[in-house]
C-alpha cells in the first residue's frame, strides 16, 4: 500500500505568550523574548500562567464553559483555534479526534483533611484511618470529574468533531503517541483529516504538589532551563496546543495551504535515564527515521529541565549537527500533555513563514533559516519521542 504525505493546515496554540500562532511568531521571531512568570501564587515554585483571554469566542455557550474545568476549556479553546486556521469547519463530521490528557482536577481540601488525618494518626491505624476517609470523603460525581476523555467530549459537543475518538494518557509520551498514531492513521489511508492535541493547565496546587513531591519541579526563583543546577526540575506551562493534520491529497483538493510536511514521528519508554539508554533510544529512532541527508537542521527540543532526562538529551543532541537548537521551555514552560504538539506546531510555524527563531535559553547554538526541524521530546520521568518536520512541496 502506497503511504501517503501528512501535511499540518491549521494550529491552535495558547501559552503565556499569547493565543494564535500569529501571536507567537510575533514574539518569538524577534531576539530578546523574555517568559512570562508567576512566582507568587505557587511559591516556592514558579508557574507560566494563562494570558488573560476570554473563552467566547470558541466555546459560546456559557453552560459548556461552566461544567468544563480550567484545562478543559484551554483545550476547547485551542482545538477550535485549529480548526478555524485549517478552514475546515465544514469538515468537523468526518474529522478523527485524537487527544492526549492527564487526569482531572483533584478536590484540595479533601486531599489536605486526608493527609492531616494521616499525619496525626499512628502508622499502625493509618490504613484504616485512610480506608474511612476514602470511603466517606470522596463522591461518585468528583470521579466523573476526573474522566480524561471528557475534553474530546467538549471536542466534539462544541465543536461537531464526530470523527473516531481516541484520548491517550501516559504523561508527556501520551502526547507524542497522539502525533504519531493521527498520521500514521492519515498515511495509511485511514482517513483524510484528522484533530490532535492536548492541554495543560499549570495554575492548579494539585498538580504543582504531585509533581513537586516527586522531585520534577524546579524550586525557587525563576531560572532558565540550562540554568537549573542540581536536580533541576520543570517550571509548569500553561498550554493548550492542537493541530489539523491532512494527508496532502486531501489538503490539495480543497485548496487547504500546508503549513509543513510530517516526515516522521517516532516514540519510544525506555525506562532507565542513566548510563545512556534514553540518548540511546533516541538515536535508534533518529536512524530508524531514515533522516534525508542535506539541508540544515534545526531542533526545537522539549527538555524540560529535569537532570536526569535534560543530560540525556543533551547527549543525543551533542552528536546530532543541527544547525540551530532551540529550548522552547525556557520560555513556555512545560505542558507536560501539550508540550510535544506545541513544539511541533512551532515547528511548523517557523518552516511556514521560511524562518526560525532566535535564542530561547543562554545555552541554545546556532542561528539562520532552517530547512528541516526535529521536535525533540524526553519527558521528565521517561518516554523519548522525535518529530522532523519538513517544508511543505
Known sequence: ????????????????????????????????????????????????????????????????????????????????????????????????????????????????????????????????????????????????????????????????????????????????????????????????????????????????????????????PFAPISARDGAGGFVGGALGAFLVLETAAHAAARGAVPLARIAGVATDATHARAGGASAGAARALWGGMKPAVGGRLGVLSGMTGVAEARAEEEAFLAGLGAAAVRRTGSLLGHGVEAAFPANVALGALALSRGGFYPAMDPADAGEGPVDRILVTGFGQWRGEALALLERAA
Open 1 to 220: 500500500m502506497t503511504r501517503q504525505d501528512v501535511v499540518i493546515t491549521g494550529i491552535g496554540l495558547v501559552s503565556s505568550l499569547g493565543e494564535g500562532p500569529e501571536a507567537h511568531w510575533q514574539v518569538l521571531s524577534r531576539p530578546g523574548a523574555t517568559p512570562v512568570v508567576d512566582e507568587a501564587a505557587f511559591a516556592p515554585y514558579a508557574v507560566h500562567p494563562l494570558p488573560a483571554m476570554s473563552f467566547d469566542a470558541q466555546i459560546p455557550k456559557k453552560g459548556d464553559q461552566r461544567q468544563m474545568e480550567p484545562w478543559q476549556r484551554l483545550g476547547t479553546y485551542a482545538a477550535g483555534l485549529a480548526i478555524d486556521q485549517a478552514g475546515a469547519r465544514g469538515l468537523v463530521s468526518d474529522m478523527h479526534l485524537v487527544v492526549a490528557a492527564g487526569g482531572g482536577e483533584r478536590d484540595v481540601a479533601v486531599d489536605e483533611a486526608v493527609a492531616t488525618a494521616l499525619c496525626a494518626t499512628p502508622a499502625a491505624e493509618a490504613g484504616a484511618i485512610l480506608n474511612e476517609r476514602l470511603a466517606t470523603d470522596l463522591r461518585p460525581t468528583l470521579f466523573l470529574a476526573q474522566l480524561s476523555n471528557l475534553l474530546a467530549g467538549n471536542i466534539s459537543i462544541v465543536h461537531g468533531v464526530t470523527g473516531s475518538s481516541r484520548t491517550f494518557m501516559g504523561e508527556e509520551t501520551a502526547a507524542a503517541d497522539a502525533v504519531r498514531i493521527a498520521a500514521a492513521r492519515l498515511a495509511e489511508g485511514r482517513g483524510g483529516i484528522a484533530l490532535v492535541g492536548g492541554a495543560y493547565a499549570s495554575q492548579r496546587w494539585d498538580l504543582v504538589l504531585l509533581y513537586g513531591a516527586g522531585g520534577a519541579v524546579w524550586r525557587g
